[in-house]
């Protein structure tokens, strides 16, 4: 039987059911390298709808520019797991061009753009006279520091991790809002049978945490171990119970509900932390469900008894009754997840209890 740090991507890969990469599903990009931040990050800045205000720290004064150009840009710091960061407390801005705005030739931005942006086109004639870097080249080259797969995964709905230590948070940027820097990953899910919240609860989970860290520190190659641990991760290829999927795609509505209150500074901790165990516990038979059926921990059964898979489901109005289901007399789902220590000590019960939370 397997100890869960020697439990690696290829004995998921060697099971009968079908995992395949990451990457065969899925364009993955690290983050924005702002090596020349002076001239394309807007610190403090602040976006509206059409104009927006930021200061440049290349002019040292602020500046405005067209919305279009400019991104809310993260920092790997910010708490995003499941509900992504408060959008009024992103304080910095990002000046990105897409691909087709830039003419390849000439390394220059096309004249048509400039022409429907006055305000870009001040700033660019400005930090161009400011900034010896800028000078002799052309401007599009030192604007432009998206690469052809980053500019096609930021412009599009995309899932956003940090990764910080053994430690993974992530949340789906469906509106395809958020710029990130070269500390986080952005991934955008191509095609695959599960749905964006159950990657959501995976990229979260104990067992993704656990199982990524592990590749990374095993691997040989340490400059790009982590993109490879998440490139490399199996995902679920084949059909799995269908309340598994439902149950985890309300958890993460529960989970998104509780950050919101917690930015209300309504306490939410103990729902939070059973809501963590709930998910991780359907995502280990998500990927093992040969082995909580041998061991008797399979909760496939015992979640068509529960709320989560209740038709007309409303994470707001029905997240309590979610608690009280779980801490009711007899619950099977909570009596499992007691169970791991003694029915799987060697294998689930340390990756459940990799994360502290």
Not at 42 to 71: A, F, Q, T
Not at 78 to 97: N, Q
Not at 258 to 273: D, F, H, S, V, Y
Not at 313 to 338: C, L
């Amino acid at each position: 039987m397997f100890m869960s740090i020697d439990f690696t991507y290829k004995d998921l890969q060697s099971s009968r059911y079908t995992f395949i990469p990451l990457s065969h599903i899925s364009d993955i990009v690290s983050g924005i390298f702002t090596r020349f931040s002076k001239t394309f990050v807007l610190n403090p800045y602040k976006c509206e709808p059409i104009i927006s205000i930021g200061y440049s720290r290349c002019l040292r004064e602020d500046v405005k520019l067209e919305s279009d150009v400019v991104m809310p840009f993260l920092t790997n710091s910010m708490e995003i797991a499941f509900s992504g960061p408060d959008f009024e407390t992103v304080k910095k801005g990002i000046i990105l061009f897409k691909e087709k705005d830039i003419d390849k030739d000439t390394q220059t931005i096309n004249a048509p753009f400039l022409n429907t942006h006055p305000c870009l086109t001040n700033y660019i004639e400005l930090i161009t006279s400011n900034n010896t870097r800028c000078c002799g080249e052309g401007i599009g080259s030192v604007l432009n520091i998206l690469n052809y797969k980053q500019s096609k995964v930021f412009t599009q709905s995309k899932h956003i991790l940090a990764i910080k230590g053994k430690e993974c948070h992530s949340f789906y940027d469906e509106s395809a809002r958020y710029a990130i820097p070269k500390e986080m990953y952005g991934i955008h899910v191509k095609g695959n049978t599960l749905p964006p919240k159950v990657f959501t609860a995976i990229f979260n989970s104990a067992l993704f945490c656990c199982l990524r860290f592990h590749n990374e520190m095993s691997s040989n190659k340490i400059r790009y171990s982590k993109f490879e641990s998440l490139r490399d991760f199996p995902v679920p290829a084949y059909s799995p119970n269908q309340a598994l999927i439902v149950a985890l795609d309300r958890i993460v509505d529960c989970l998104i509900w509780g950050k919101k209150q917690i930015a209300k500074n309504m306490p939410t901790n103990r729902l939070e932390r059973y809501l963590y165990q709930m998910l991780d516990m359907i995502v280990f038979e998500l990927y093992l469900p040969d082995y909580l059926q041998e061991k008797s921990l399979s909760l496939s059964k015992d979640l068509y008894e529960s709320p989560l898979v209740s038709e007309g489901f409303s994470a707001s109005e029905d997240v309590f009754e979610v608690y009280h289901w779980f801490m009711s007399a007899n619950n099977k789902v909570r009596q499992k997840i007691m169970l791991l220590d003694s029915r799987s000590s060697e294998l689930l019960y340390p990756m459940f209890k990799f994360l502290t939370r």
